[in-house]
């Protein structure tokens, strides 16, 4: 398997877009001189009212992490009892229930978009469910008519874990747009990031109120706590580094796109080696690259991870364990392999090819040709 490919430089999964440290240094000056480093200065005005526009979405409130956005986002419709949601994703999304003392509910994924089957959400219902938390996996958009047709029935909150989904779009706008509020995580690791960073989408300003007091130690005023709040605020410092980040937005997502493109065509033919399929998103924002290594791939998916990594690729297995699978989950009814096997067959075979703006052609060609095995 391509012996000949060892290369001095490793490729990782992902890497942050970083413009140059000159174009950074005016936004650094602004916050010197204006002794403003934090809660909500005009560098955290001035990304949100940008990032609406960027987004074509009305309201944002600003986060220091998407996992604190999540906890914010569970207060501020003080949700209570169970929450549907996927076993399929990053930790964060169901340890926002657990830290909110609520109990999460896995259901299964559709084995195409990867996101949760919305055919499984009405059985999991139970008269303390009041919400749903899917995950637009990948940036992959759910099933959100699907979804929002349950909930109206059933009267539930639909809360959308966005953190890769910046950008999307669909024929009918921004997919953020979806549910009562949708949450994005702007981490180094993210297709746009803020170091750390992350934000809710509301459709109002009087929810964007609360999340903002939520966000703020439940402040309303010098002298008026009316929420016991966190501290949720993002600081002047990484909020410039979004607004630099913007303006290089659409220079990343054309790399991005375009390395997607030439996995797609290098990866073609490679027996039991599937791509997973292209979202349905009529804007994509190419976050991930996940293939899927069936059992006619010369070699397992761990052994391919490991010769991949001996070859200075690091790959990873995104989502693997199940989060049902760790401790403080696998004692659920719901965490039941047998309740979920698709998210199990898929865990097992996943793995998420390299995919960022300073990727070269070369990397790209060195990785395919790792792929594939017997060529
Ligand atoms: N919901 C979902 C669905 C999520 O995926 C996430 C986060 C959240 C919620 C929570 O949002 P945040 O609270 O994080 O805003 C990474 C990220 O830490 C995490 O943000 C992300 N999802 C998750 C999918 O991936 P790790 O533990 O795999 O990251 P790490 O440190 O191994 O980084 C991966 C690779 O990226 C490294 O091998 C090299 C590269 N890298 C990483 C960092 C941090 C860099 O080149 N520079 C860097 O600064 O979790």
């Known amino acids: 398997m391509g012996k000949d490919n060892i290369s001095a430089s490793p490729i990782f999964v992902t890497q942050p877009y970083l413009p140059s440290l000159s174009e950074f240094v005016p936004y650094l000056e ?12 005009p560098m955290h005005q001035q990304l949100e009212r940008a990032l609406g526009e960027y987004l074509g979405v009305e309201h944002i409130a600003l986060f220091n992490n998407g996992t604190v956005a999540l906890l914010t986002a569970l207060q ?8 549907i949601t996927t076993p399929y994703s990053f930790v964060a999304t169901a340890h926002s229930l657990l830290w909110n003392g609520l109990k999460p509910v896995f259901v299964d994924i559709d084995p195409v978009t990867l996101n949760m089957d919305p055919a499984k959400i009405e059985a999991a219902i ?60 702007f981490h180094a690791t993210k297709v746009f990031n803020t170091f750390e960073g992350g934000a809710i989408v509301c459709p109002d300003v009087k929810t964007k ?29 990484n909020a410039a580094f979004g607004l630099l980040q913007l303006q290089h937005m659409d220079k990343v997502m054309a790399r991005r796109r375009d390395i997607d ?86 865990a097992n075979k996943v793995l998420c090819l390299p995919i960022y703006p300073a990727l070269s052609d070369l990397d790209v060609e060195r990785v395919i040709d790792l792929l594939n095995v017997s060529g």
């Not at 940036?139 to 910046?166: E, M």
């Not at 703020?216 to 501290?231: H, K, L, R, S, W």
């Open 30 to 41: 602004k916050i010197w001189h204006s002794h403003v480093l934090t809660n909500g200065g």
């Open 126 to 185: 139970t008269p303390q469910t009041t919400a749903i938390m899917p995950v637009h996996c990948y940036g992959t958009p759910c099933d959100v008519d699907a979804i929002q047709k349950i909930a109206d029935i059933y009267n539930l909150k639909v809360i959308y874990d966005a953190a890769h989904a910046f950008g999307v779009c669909r024929d009918d706008g921004s997919i953020l747009r979806h549910g009562d509020l949708s949450v994005l995580s």
């Open 209 to 237: 109120q609360r999340i903002d007091q939520l966000k703020n130690f439940g402040f309303v005023d010098e002298v008026t706590v009316v929420a016991p709040g966190i501290n949720g605020k993002m600081s002047e410092i």
């Open 76 to 83: 501020a419709l003080r949700i209570s009892g169970e929450v």
């Open 261 to 346: 493109a030439r996995y797609r065509q290098g990866l073609k033919g490679i027996q039991g080696l599937q791509v997973v399929d292209e979202s349905s998103a009529t804007t994509a924002n190419y976050s991930y690259f996940p293939i899927l290594i069936n059992g006619d791939y010369p070699i397992s998916r761990d052994a391919l991870y490991q010769c991949l990594k001996d070859h200075g690729v690091f790959a990873r297995r995104y989502f693997y364990p199940l989060i049902s699978e760790f401790p403080m989950y696998r004692g659920l009814p719901s965490a039941k392999p047998s309740n979920l096997p698709v998210a199990t067959d898929i």
